[in-house]
C-alpha cells in the first residue's frame, strides 16, 4: 500500500520556537489528517483538511494543503516541551481506509 | 466519556502460544480498525471492519485474525506469535472509513 513521506524524520527545537513538518503523498485524496503519538500511547486526531481546503487553523496548529503538489505543512507555533511527541499524517489514497507516513519525531526542549 | 478501550495494556507470550487482544468502545462507531506499530515506525493497517464486513489488508499474515461479535467490541487472535510479532497493537474506531480515527491507548506485546 502506498504511503504518504513526512520531512523531516526528526526535529529538534527549543520552547518557544515554531516547529514546521510536512508530509507528501502519491495520489489524489478526499482528505488530508494529522495526528499526534506520545511515546508508548495511542494517536490522538489533531485536524482534518480536505481536499478543497487550503488552510486550516486549531490553537497553535496550523495545516495547509497544496493539492497542485500533493503536500501539506504542520506548523506548530510556539511550542512548549508538551508539544514533544511523533506526529503523523494520513490520507484516503488507499482508497479503503486510512494510510499513514512514516512520522516526524518533534523534541522541544526547555 | 465515549472512548476506546484495549486490554490488557500489557500482554507477554511465549513463542507459538496463541493470544487474543481486546478492543471495545462506547463511541458507538460503525468501523473498527487493528493497526500494528513497530518501534520508530508508521502504524500498519492489518485489517478493519465496516459494520460486521471484514475487510483484509493484502499483507496481513495468516497469523493474524479477528472477530467483531457487535458493535461494541473487537478481537486480534494471533494464532502462533513469533518474535516478528512483538510489537504496540492499537485498536481505532470511527464514524465512517475516512473520517477522524479514534485510537486506544495500545496494548504492547511481548514475545519470549
Known amino acids: 500500500s502506498q504511503q504518504g513521506e513526512e520531512d523531516p524524520q526528526a526535529l529538534s527545537i527549543q520552547e518557544g520556537e515554531n516547529a514546521t513538518m510536512n508530509c507528501s503523498y502519491k495520489t489524489s485524496i478526499n482528505n488530508l489528517q494529522w495526528y499526534r503519538q506520545n511515546s508508548g500511547r495511542g494517536l490522538v486526531h489533531l485536524i482534518l483538511i480536505r481536499s478543497n481546503e487550503r488552510e486550516k487553523h486549531s490553537g497553535r496548529l496550523r495545516v495547509t494543503l497544496d493539492t497542485s503538489k500533493k503536500s501539506s505543512s504542520l506548523l506548530i507555533t510556539a511550542s512548549r516541551a508538551a508539544d514533544t511527541a511523533s506526529y503523523f499524517c494520513a490520507t484516503d489514497e488507499g482508497g479503503t481506509a486510512l494510510i499513514f507516513g512514516k512520522g516526524t519525531t518533534l523534541s522541544v526542549s526547555s | 466519556d465515549a472512548m476506546v478501550i484495549q486490554n490488557p495494556r500489557y500482554q507477554v507470550t511465549q513463542f507459538g502460544k496463541p493470544v487474543t487482544l481486546s478492543c471495545s468502545q462506547t463511541l458507538n462507531h460503525n468501523v473498527m480498525y487493528w493497526y500494528q506499530q513497530k518501534s520508530s515506525q508508521a502504524p500498519k493497517l492489518l485489517f478493519h471492519y465496516y459494520d460486521k464486513d471484514f475487510n483484509n489488508e493484502a499483507d496481513t499474515p495468516d497469523n493474524f485474525q479477528s472477530r467483531r461479535p457487535n458493535t461494541s467490541f473487537c478481537f486480534l487472535d494471533i494464532r502462533s506469535p513469533g518474535l516478528g510479532d512483538a510489537a504496540m497493537y492499537l485498536c481505532?474506531?470511527?464514524?465512517?472509513?475516512?473520517?477522524?480515527?479514534?485510537f486506544g491507548p495500545g496494548t504492547r506485546l511481548t514475545v519470549t
Open positions: 481505532a474506531t470511527s464514524g465512517g472509513p475516512f473520517g477522524e480515527q479514534y
